[in-house]
């Protein structure tokens, strides 16, 4: 598309400058700990640690990495991570010394180096927290219910939760940003609730409806709308490390994944209390069922559990059985409790007070489930099978066919005669179609019980060094020393899934109303969302996540309620306006003295672009992987990813294939899906402007949206701009928006003369000012 005189300024201020690598967030020091340190220890330390160093190299601390070997060569290139020395020689690359002489590492360790050292190769020292006692961390200790405190400025709460925040405004001097306009409410809790932009029908009904609770009906109708599963339903397939593909070695289709994302999506829309969701998630086929319905549905939970990545090709069978435990271990701790438990896999942890025997402990209950039916190359992966009586009798109608096919073959008892060859043949030649048109019962990925056992402490993490067998039970900093024997006979995880929903459990009722709390005001209570431990950030407002906290269980675990008090409250209610004081005084907005700008996530980026075109296709659920079979190769060593994204369904429907996320996503910031993630990064870089000004998903949407504005005969040029913004932008434009508009068509009417067409030549005009009109910062960012 042609840069013209209103497109180009608008683009020009969405870009940005360029992302780059901050310091090290809690979450690569957690990387570090898992999956960089053990690493050096079991493959590069001997030659290269504390005892011995070859070439004048060491890599166990940060002034060794930075000293380098004897050749004075740096480890790592700064500005071209992935040519340093260090990966050059891992990767057994020409003109330097192979590293480990002999066998080289996996692709699976490499590729984790890359990642490392694309971060910085920042090393965390060894050394545990100052903290004198960390078992006496806030997070560690039981919720409590404390009352809101006094304030001066009586009028401005409009519930206990606003006492807490002024108190802590009025303490530092401060007070909270006047409230924001109607337009800009019903526009920031249309896409909080549901990821999609409010209908200028929607805004017109709010505007006019003066009663006292107007608000409170807004927020009611968006929870009832079955786009507000979809909405926080993708919230959880963040942390759930939701994908449709296995990625790493073996990038295979998870055909069936599909069945779990739905039931999230239905959860979230029934309003299913947050334990009960939790439970099934980690015990489903543990818990007993009034219907086959809610069986097949607990069933397809505990596709949590199931959904991680798998190194299936790994030759070592029972390393392969300890990382998948591991990989549930880590999810279940950052998702549900906020803690890098995975860190002690190999020692104790560095910071929290979880020991090498708690991670063992632990690892236990999930050793003793079934998750992979084999662990033989290529490694399959467990199913349960799904209650369908119409499509078991389908199954069992074709089994019969093909039994009475085998036995009149069988009757023919291998008769010399040609008569009877050519029917056997025939027979043969049935049995074969019958077979491979076999009909498939329904199926989901999840886990069932195994054989239980308690597990050996593996010294630095390898079962080839195995130490002192550990009784299964729970981390003893949260479950105390004295807990009950988990049953002889079962994985122990029912018993898992009640101590993490007990209402005394100091950090799952903490974590999810924190998580709630980040995706409403932009920044958690908490900010960083998936680890509550000692090297988490803490709390901005303790009493006020206690309270809220306390509240949230004693209100039955209500996600929808939780909504409700956060969204009525005077602090959500907030405008964005700049206080010069306060910026200066708070300039991250800790205190919360007004509303956080925040941007759209991938996901609604891309929906709204489709709604606002009036392209949106609306349907929801189903499977989305149309071009290959549950547990065929998405793309191997030679072949190419088929997936395509050309779709009109809400992004929460599209295929998430690891290893190669749809471009779109990954230029706004979707999150890795290998890994847990409650707390979304947003960069701003050029190709994001040239994603509105190039695409063809931003294209499609100026021309749809473009259609939308002309399709009324008898709209005057004023009232199109209108139109064209309280669809873009949810307001009214200004005189000068709509002259510069105006003026803009005309000149790009002129300047598409050569089309004869004028309905044509007004279309290409209208769409180029679309165009514009969603390149601006104002579409994608909510105040």
């Known amino acids: 598309m042609r840069s013209t005189p209103l497109v180009l300024p608008v683009l020009l201020l969405a870009l940005g400058a360029p992302a780059r ?222 994908a449709d593909s296995n990625g790493l070695d073996e990038n295979i289709a998870h055909g069936n994944a599909w069945r779990y994302r739905d039931y999230v999506i239905a959860s979230f829309n029934a309003d299913k209390p947050y334990d009960r969701f939790l439970r099934e998630q980690v015990a489903g086929d543990l818990l007993p069922a009034d219907t086959p319905a809610a069986r097949n549905e607990q069933l397809i939970a505990t596709g949590f559990l199931a959904l991680g990545p798998k190194v299936l090709a790994e030759p070592d069978e029972k390393k392969m059985e300890l990382d998948i435990v591991d990989e549930q271990l880590d999810t279940l701790g950052r998702t549900v409790m906020g803690l890098t438990i995975g860190c002690a896999r190999c020692h104790d942890h560095k910071f929290d007070p979880i020991t090498l025997a708690d991670y063992y402990a632990l690892a236990g209950v999930f050793a003793g489930t079934k998750t992979m039916e084999h662990f033989r190359k290529v490694a399959r992966w467990h199913e349960n099978p799904l209650t369908a009586p119409e499509e078991a009798k389908r199954k069992a109608e074709h089994d019969a066919k093909i039994a009475k096919r085998k036995g009149e073959l069988k009757a023919l008892g291998g008769k010399p005669d040609e008569a009877s060859k050519q029917a056997a043949k025939k027979l043969q030649d049935e049995i074969a179609a019958l077979e491979k048109a076999a009909p498939e019962l329904p199926s989901a990925m999840g886990t069932t019980e195994g054989t239980p056992v308690d597990v050996p402490l593996l010294r630095r993490g390898n079962h080839l060094t195995p130490g002192p067998v550990v009784a299964r039970r729970f981390p003893v900093v949260l479950a105390g020393e004295k807990q009950p024997p988990l049953p002889k006979t079962q994985s122990g995880r029912l018993e898992l899934a009640n101590w993490l929903t007990d209402p005394k459990h100091p950090l799952t009722p903490r974590v999810m109303v924190n998580r709630v709390w980040r995706w409403h005001f932009g920044k958690g209570l908490v900010r960083s969302a998936d680890n509550f431990g000692l090297i988490g950030e803490k709390p901005t407002h303790p009493e006020l996540l206690d309270r809220l906290a306390a509240d949230f269980v004693r209100n039955g675990w209500s996600v929808k309620a939780l909504h409700k008090r956060l969204m009525l409250s005077a602090t959500y209610q907030m405008s964005a306006a700049h206080d010069p004081k306060a910026v200066t005084a708070d300039p991250d907005n800790r205190l919360l003295w007004r509303a956080n700008v925040k941007r759209l996530e991938a996901e609604a980026v891309r929906d709204a672009l489709l709604a606002v075109g009036g392209q949106l296709d609306r349907s929801a659920g189903g499977p989305v992987l149309a071009h290959v079979k549950n547990r065929d190769f998405l793309f191997d060593h030679t072949s190419k990813d088929q997936t395509t994204y050309t779709s009109a369904r809400r992004s929460v429907y599209l295929p998430v294939v690891r290893n190669n996320l749809y471009d779109v996503f990954q230029l706004f910031d979707a999150p890795d899906a290998a890994v847990p993630n409650g707390d979304r990064a947003t960069t701003t870089v050029p190709t994001q402007a040239l994603f509105f000004m190039n695409s063809d998903l931003a294209t499609r949407a100026a021309d749809a949206l473009a259609g939308r504005v002309l399709a009324g005969p008898d709209r005057g040029a004023t009232e199109r701009v209108g139109l064209l913004f309280a669809l873009a932008y949810g307001r009214p434009p200004s005189e000068k928006e709509v002259q510069r508009v105006t003026a803009g068509v005309a000149a790009l009417e002129r300047e598409f003369a050569s089309e004869a067409d004028p309905a044509k030549r007004a279309r290409k005009a209208w769409a180029a000012v679309c165009q514009a009109v969603l390149a601006a910062n104002e579409f994608i960012h909510i105040p």
């Not at 020091?29 to 060491?58: N, S």
């Not at 050749?71 to 990966?87: I, M, N, R, V, Y």
């Not at 006692?133 to 405190?149: C, E, L, N, R, S």
Request: charged share 25%.
């Open 21 to 242: 690598a901050a310091d090290p967030t809690p979450e690569d020091v957690k990387f570090f700990e898992a999956r960089i340190r053990p690493l050096l220890v079991e493959k590069c330390f001997k030659c290269h640690g504390p005892e011995k160093q070859k070439g004048d190299l060491r890599l166990d601390s940060a002034a060794a990495l930075a000293k380098g070997g004897g050749s004075g060569a740096p480890l790592f290139a700064k500005d071209k991570p992935d040519e340093g020395l260090l990966l050059r020689a891992v990767r057994h690359a020409n003109g330097v010394e192979q590293m480990p002489p002999g066998k080289k590492l996996t692709d699976a360790e490499i590729a984790d180096l890359a990642k490392w050292a694309a971060r910085g190769a920042f090393f965390p020292a060894a050394a545990g927290t100052a903290t004198a006692d960390p078992t006496k961390h806030w997070a560690f200790q039981p919720v409590a219910a404390p009352a809101p405190p006094a304030v001066t400025n009586a009028a401005w709460p409009r519930s206990d939760l606003d006492r807490f925040v002024l108190a802590k405004l009025e303490a530092a001097g401060l007070k909270p940003a006047p409230p924001a306009d109607k337009r800009t409410l019903i526009r920031r809790a249309t896409f909080d609730l549901t990821g999609l932009p409010p209908t200028p029908e929607e805004i017109d009904a709010f505007l006019k409806d003066s009663a006292p609770g107007a608000f409170e009906a807004v927020i009611d109708r968006l929870l009832a709308s079955p786009h507000y599963g979809e909405r926080w339903g993708r919230h959880w397939l963040d942390v759930a490390r939701y």
